[in-house]
C-alpha cells in the first residue's frame, strides 16, 4: 500500500482488527491505521438534518442515463459514477468511502447536512468505492451497491447507501438483496449482476484512482481538487465548500463554461496541494502543542498525584479504539513509572448505547471500592468488550465482589448522570470529540496512538519541568500548566429574532432563557432531537421558554403543508392541540401527504370542514414563510436549529451541548 513507509513506526503497538481474518498482520496493523488516521480522530456528534439521498441525483449515471465526463481532471469523474446533484454545480465533491469503516458512516450526517446546506445547484456529490483491506465485507458490498447503480442509477444507488449504512452491522449476501428489491431493483437481474462479477472492475478502478491521489484511509475528500480527510465536522466542510463556491462562480463569471469548471478547479488545487513526504514516519500531522484546560477534577485517577506528567483521557468502554490503547497506557506506566498518572474521563458515544450503563457500573465500582475499584472494572469491562448488555455486566460486577442490586440500580436510574456530563461538557469545552482523545500535560493526542507518540511528547514534558530546577513542585506543577492553558471557545451567537404573536411555545411564558428551535416536520433529525428538548423541558421547567419556529427544507415536499396543519391545530385547540398535532407529525415522518395530515386532524377532533378549508386556502403560509425567512435571515440554512437567548446550536446535539449554553444563558440573565 501506497502509504507503507509512512505509517511503519505505528506497527509495533498496534494490534489488528479482530476481522482481519487470515491476512497478515502487517496488512491488517497499516489498514486499521489509515482507517483511523483518516477517520477515527474526529466524532459523529456534527448531527444535522438528513436529506434523503435519493431524492435529487444528478443527470445520467447507470441505468442507460446520458453519458458525460470530465476525464481530463486528475480526479477524473463520470456518468460511470453515483452522483448527487447537478452536472454543472460549481463544487464537486468527490468521496472515497466504503460501507463496513464506522468513520465513513459517522461522516453521513454531516455529509447531509451538506446537501441540505447548499442544495444540488451548488454541490455536486460523486461516490467513488475505496474498500480497506482489513474490512472483510467491504468491497462484496461496494461490488453490490455499484450492481443496484448500474442497473436503476444514481437515485436506486442512494437509497441502497443509505440502508447500508443505516444497518452497518448487517452487511452480508442476504442484506445485499434485501436493500438492492428495496432500491427499485429486479432481483433476478441483480443477482444475475452481483454473480457475473463485472462490477469488481470499477471497484478496483476507484481504488486505483484513490491511492493514486492519496485517499488511502476512509473516509477521505477531494472538494474541487482540495483535499479534506476524515470524518470532520459541517464547519471543516463549510469553510472549504464555502472558499470553492467563490474562486468557482469568478471563474464562471470571467467565462468558463459551467460544465468545464471541476476539471478547472480540480487541475488548479490538485497541482497546489503540497508535495508528500514519504520519508515522514509521524503520518497526518496534528496540534501537540497548545496547552488545553484540562482539569483533573475529582476524576479517577491511576498513579501517584505528585506526578510530573498527567495524560488525561477521554474515553468510553464500548468503543474497540479505546480498547486497543490499553496495551499502549501499560507500557507507558512500566515505562515512566512514578512520574506519570492517568485521569478517567468519561465520553460514552451516542452511537454507542451500552457505553454510558458501563460507565454508570465503573463509577459504582468506585463509589463501593474506591480508585481501585474503578480501574478493577475499567479492565474488566475492557475484557469483555464487546459484551455489554445488562447481562454481562451483572456477571462482571459479581467476579468484582461487587453490590450487584446496587449496581443494577444504578443504571437503570443513572446515577452518576451528572458526573458523566460533567465530563463530556469538558470534552466538548477542549474539542475532544472523539475517542479515545488523549491530553498529556494539556497536549492533545488523539487516537489508538503507538508507545512512540506518547513517549515523545512525555520526554519533552520531563525535560520542561526538570528545567524549572525546582521553582515548581511536582505536586503543583499539573495546576501551574492548567492556569495559563487554552480554556474552551466562546460559543458561537446570533442576533436572535424577536419571537412572533401567535408563535408555538411550551415553558414559563415570562422566561429569561428563550430557546428558539428552526425544524422541518419531514426532517429525521428534528425527530431524533426531540427527545433531547424533552429532557431540557424536564429538567429547566419554568426556567426556560421554548419556541417552535418553522423552516421546511425544499427537498421535502411535504414539509410546508405539516407545517400549516399544526398551525391550524394551534388555532382550532390552543397549545394542547398543537403539540399533540406537533408530536404525530414527528411520529410520522413518512406519512405526511394530504390524506395523512386529514387524518390526524380527524384524530385528534378538529373541524374536519375548517381544518380543509385552511390548508386548502394556506391561510397559514405567511406565518410559515416569516419564520422559515427569519432563520434565514440570521444565518440559519439547516434543520434542526436553536437560539439560546442568541447562542447558537446546530444539529440533534447531545444534551450537555445544550445544558452548558442554557446554564450559561440564565447566569447572564440573572
Request: hydrophobic fraction near 35%; proline fraction near 7%; glycine fraction near 8%.
Amino acid at each position: 500500500m501506497a502509504k507503507d513507509k509512512e505509517h511503519k513506526s505505528h506497527a509495533a503497538d498496534v494490534r489488528p482488527p479482530p476481522d482481519s481474518g487470515g491476512m497478515s498482520t502487517g496488512v491488517a496493523i497499516i489498514g486499521f491505521i489509515l482507517c483511523f488516521l483518516a477517520g477515527g480522530a474526529v466524532m459523529w456528534g456534527y448531527d444535522s438534518h438528513r436529506l434523503k439521498s435519493g431524492g435529487i441525483v444528478a443527470e445520467g449515471g447507470g441505468s442507460g442515463g446520458p453519458v458525460w465526463a470530465d476525464k481530463d481532471s486528475p480526479i477524473p469523474v463520470s456518468s460511470d459514477d453515483p452522483v448527487w446533484g447537478n452536472r454543472n454545480a460549481p463544487v464537486t465533491m468527490v468521496v472515497f468511502s466504503e460501507f463496513q469503516c464506522p468513520f465513513c458512516a459517522r461522516v453521513e450526517p454531516t455529509l447531509d447536512q451538506v446537501k441540505s446546506t447548499y442544495g444540488p445547484d451548488k454541490v455536486r456529490i460523486v461516490w467513488k468505492s475505496q474498500p480497506l483491506p482489513f474490512h472483510d465485507k467491504a468491497k462484496p458490498a461496494s461490488e453490490a451497491a455499484q450492481a443496484v447503480f448500474a442497473l436503476k442509477g444514481s437515485e436506486a444507488f442512494w437509497k441502497f447507501h443509505d440502508l447500508a449504512f443505516k444497518n452497518q452491522k448487517e452487511l452480508g449476501p442476504e442484506s445485499y438483496e434485501k436493500w438492492a428489491v428495496a432500491a427499485g431493483v429486479d432481483l433476478a437481474k441483480f443477482k444475475a449482476e452481483l454473480a457475473s462479477k463485472k462490477h469488481l472492475k470499477k471497484v478496483d478502478e476507484d481504488q486505483a484512482l484513490a491511492n493514486k491521489v492519496g485517499a488511502n484511509g476512509t473516509p477521505a475528500f477531494r472538494i474541487n481538487g482540495a483535499e479534506l480527510s476524515g470524518a470532520q465536522p459541517f464547519d471543516k466542510f463549510k469553510e472549504l465548500i464555502d472558499k470553492e463556491l467563490a474562486k468557482a462562480n469568478a471563474k464562471i463569471a470571467a467565462g468558463t463554461p459551467k460544465d468545464k469548471i471541476y476539471v478547472e478547479m480540480s487541475k488548479e488545487n490538485f497541482k497546489a496541494a503540497p508535495a508528500r513526504n514519504n520519508d515522514d514516519d509521524e503520518g497526518e500531522k496534528e496540534d501537540d502543542k497548545t496547552v488545553w484546560k484540562v482539569p483533573v477534577g475529582n476524576s479517577p485517577q491511576l498513579g501517584k498525584k505528585d506526578a510530573i506528567v498527567t495524560i488525561a483521557v477521554f474515553s468510553e468502554f464500548q468503543c474497540p479504539y479505546c480498547k486497543r490503547v490499553g496495551p499502549t497506557f501499560d507500557k507507558v506506566r512500566e515505562t515512566y513509572g512514578d512520574k506519570v498518572r492517568i485521569v478517567w474521563k468519561h465520553q460514552p458515544l451516542p452511537f454507542h448505547p451500552r457505553a454510558e450503563p458501563a460507565s454508570e457500573l465503573a463509577l459504582e465500582a468506585r463509589a463501593q471500592k474506591g480508585d481501585k475499584g474503578f480501574w478493577d472494572a475499567h479492565d474488566k469491562l475492557f475484557e469483555s468488550q464487546p459484551k455489554l448488555e445488562d447481562a454481562d455486566l451483572e456477571k462482571i460486577a459479581a467476579d468484582l465482589g461487587l453490590d450487584v442490586a446496587k449496581v443494577k440500580a444504578a443504571i437503570k436510574d443513572k446515577k452518576y448522570k451528572k458526573e458523566i456530563d460533567a465530563d463530556m461538557e469538558l470534552a466538548e469545552d477542549v474539542q475532544a470529540s472523539g475517542t479515545p482523545h488523549m491530553f498529556v500535560n494539556g497536549r492533545r493526542l488523539v487516537g489508538a496512538q503507538p508507545f512512540e507518540k506518547f513517549q515523545k511528547i512525555i520526554d519533552e514534558e520531563i525535560k520542561k519541568f526538570e528545567g524549572l530546577g525546582g521553582k515548581v513542585a511536582a505536586s503543583a506543577y499539573y495546576d501551574s500548566l492548567m492556569k495559563d492553558a487554552k480554556g474552551a471557545p466562546e460559543p458561537e451567537k446570533k442576533v436572535a429574532p424577536a419571537v412572533p404573536a401567535g408563535s408555538p411555545w411550551k415553558g414559563n411564558a415570562n422566561a429569561k432563557v428563550v430557546i428558539q428551535e428552526w425544524s422541518d416536520y419531514q426532517c429525521p433529525f428534528c425527530s431524533r432531537v426531540e427527545g433531547t428538548v424533552a429532557e431540557v423541558m424536564k429538567n429547566y421547567g419554568d426556567k426556560v421558554k421554548f419556541v417552535w419556529r418553522d423552516k421546511p427544507l425544499p427537498m421535502h415536499p411535504d414539509a410546508p403543508l405539516a407545517s400549516e396543519a399544526a398551525r391550524e391545530a394551534l388555532k382550532q385547540k390552543g397549545p394542547d392541540g398543537y403539540w399533540k398535532m406537533h408530536e404525530k407529525l414527528m411520529q410520522n415522518q413518512q406519512k405526511l401527504k394530504r390524506e395523512d395530515l386529514d387524518g390526524y386532524a380527524k384524530e385528534l377532533g378538529l373541524d374536519a370542514d375548517k381544518f380543509k378549508a385552511a390548508l386548502d386556502s394556506r391561510v397559514h403560509k405567511p406565518a410559515v414563510d416569516a419564520d422559515d425567512k427569519a432563520g434565514t435571515d440570521v444565518g440559519i440554512s439547516g434543520t434542526p436549529a436553536f437560539l439560546i437567548n442568541g447562542y447558537y446550536v446546530s444539529g440533534a446535539q447531545p444534551y450537555a451541548k445544550f445544558k452548558k449554553l442554557i446554564d450559561r444563558a440564565l447566569s447572564e440573565a440573572k
